[in-house]
Nanobody, 120 residues
Framework: QVQLVESGGGLVQAGGSLTLSCAAS????????MAWVRQVPAKELEFVAA????????YYADSVKGRFTISRDNAKNTVYLQMNSLKPEDTAVYYC?????????????WGQGTQVTVSS
């Protein structure tokens, strides 16, 4: 039911930065925990970051902690992922998720994904 549209992916050199955006179609998404996950070509889906409805609680995979920052603007129904110090191993398709349930690792609503490619 919730529609998510990601943007901001692209090609960047190692050490560079990108910011991904995820716009949600419904105001009720402001009360969902939102998450970013990524799919690496030869690996399983990997959790990246999440943020609760109030924006005060955030969660990060160890691989991105200190480099990535998740934030949200509930008035705009938009979630962001600021990615700094990018590494080639960050190359993946990044998906925005609404109603992320971190204990069970289930993600109810998905965006279409946006490609991030980091070159050496």
């Amino acid at each position: 039911q919730v529609q998510l549209v990601e943007s901001g992916g692209g090609l960047v050199q190692a050490g560079g930065s990108l910011t991904l955006s995820c716009a949600a179609s419904e105001r009720t998404s402001s009360r969902h925990t939102m998450a970013w996950v990524r799919q690496v070509p030869a690996k399983e889906l990997e959790f990246v970051a999440a943020i609760n409805w109030s924006g005060v609680s955030t969660y990060y995979a160890d691989s991105v902690k200190g480099r990535f920052t998740i934030s949200r603007d509930n008035a705009k129904n938009t979630v962001y992922l600021q990615m700094n110090s990018l590494k080639p191993e960050d190359t993946a398709v990044y998906y925005c998720n609404a109603d992320a349930r971190l204990v069970t690792k289930t993600y109810v609503y998905w965006g279409q994904g946006t490609q991030v490619t980091v070159s050496s």
